[in-house]
Each structure stands twice: as structure tokens, then as C-alpha cells.
């Protein structure tokens, strides 16, 4: 995450760091980034990227945040008390590869899941409490895994969302 100076700069200049920063990890894999390039883009001195972020992995996970973030905006919050509504899921995971497929984020978020995923290591997922917690979180894990299947795997992408929704159905 930025350091606290980040933070301080104008909206104008953290929106052309950010910029900097998605040309570079959309066409680059982490491993392959340089902050030669995101400095030049973003017309900031060399020594200020290290005042903003600790290193490109900090650049990197702070914009994949932002993106994830903008992606979500407009999902609906969750009640775990309440049984799974299937038809919720499997619209917002519609809803969801649709908006990655037409954001400015999708170079980035496949870029992620073809290469980055695997550097940056990999995060086990969130416990959910609540009476049906457990059906909610196996929904939410097939879900996610269908997500990166059909962004990596475009041309069948309906299978997979199709496939799904079969499991989901099936629990």
C-alpha cells in the first residue's frame, strides 16, 4: 500500500502515478516491471516512487486494490444468515467479467492471473460465519474460480459460467 506522502499529492498527480502504473503491470508481468519506465510515464523523479511505494510489489498491490475496488462498486453486500441466492451469484459473476472485459483494468487483471498471481504467492480465502456461511463461501470459491477460467479462457467462457451454474445448483 502507498506510504503516507502518497497520499498527500494532488488527485491530479496520484491519477497520473496510477496511470503510470496500469500502462506498466498491463504490459508487463511483475517480474519484468521497472520503475524507469513508471517514472518516465509519470513525470516524477526517481527518488519520489520510493517516497510513494516501498518497491514495485507495494506500486503493484496498491493498484490491483484500486482496481478490484472500481470493479466492485455496485455489487451488493451479502447476508450470510440467508440461504445462497443462486441467481445473485451467478448474475454478479456475469456482471462481473463483463465489467473487467470492458474496464481499463482487464490487461491488468489477465496479466494478474497469467503471471503475477503466481509471484506475489497466493492468499487462502476468507473464513464466512453465519448460518449458511459454508454454502455461501463453496459459492463464492467456484465462483472466483470460474471468473479467472473465463477471463483467461475467453472462447469458453459461457461454458464455464454454464457450468457453474449447474454446480451451484447442485450443492
Not at 486494490?65 to 459473476?93: R, W
Not at 456461511?133 to 469458453?156: F, I, M, P, Y
Request: hydrophobic fraction near 40%.
Amino acid at each position: 500500500m502507498p506510504l503516507p506522502t502518497f497520499e498527500h499529492l494532488t488527485s491530479e498527480k496520484q491519477t497520473r502515478i496510477r496511470d503510470s502504473l496500469l500502462t506498466e503491470f498491463s504490459q508487463y508481468p511483475l517480474a519484468e516491471a521497472q520503475v524507469a519506465r513508471i517514472v518516465t510515464e509519470a513525470k516524477i523523479a526517481r527518488g519520489a516512487f520510493y517516497k510513494y511505494f516501498t518497491d514495485l510489489n507495494d506500486a503493484y498491490c496498491y493498484l490491483f486494490e484500486v482496481a478490484m475496488q472500481d470493479i466492485h462498486t455496485g455489487f451488493p453486500n451479502l447476508n450470510y444468515d440467508e440461504p445462497v441466492a443462486i441467481d445473485n451469484y451467478i448474475s454478479a459473476t456475469k456482471a462481473f467479467i463483463e465489467g473487467i472485459n470492458n474496464s481499463k483494468y482487464q490487461p491488468l487483471i489477465l496479466m494478474h492471473f497469467s503471471n503475477n498471481e503466481s509471484v506475489l504467492g497466493t492468499r487462502p480465502s476468507h473464513i464466512i460465519s453465519g448460518a449458511y456461511g459454508a454454502s455461501h463461501w463453496a459459492v463464492e470459491v467456484l465462483c472466483h474460480q470460474t471468473l479467472r477460467d473465463a477471463l483467461l479462457d475467453k472462447e469458453n467462457a459461457e461454458i464455464r459460467l454454464s457450468q457453474l451454474t449447474d454446480a451451484i445448483r447442485q450443492l
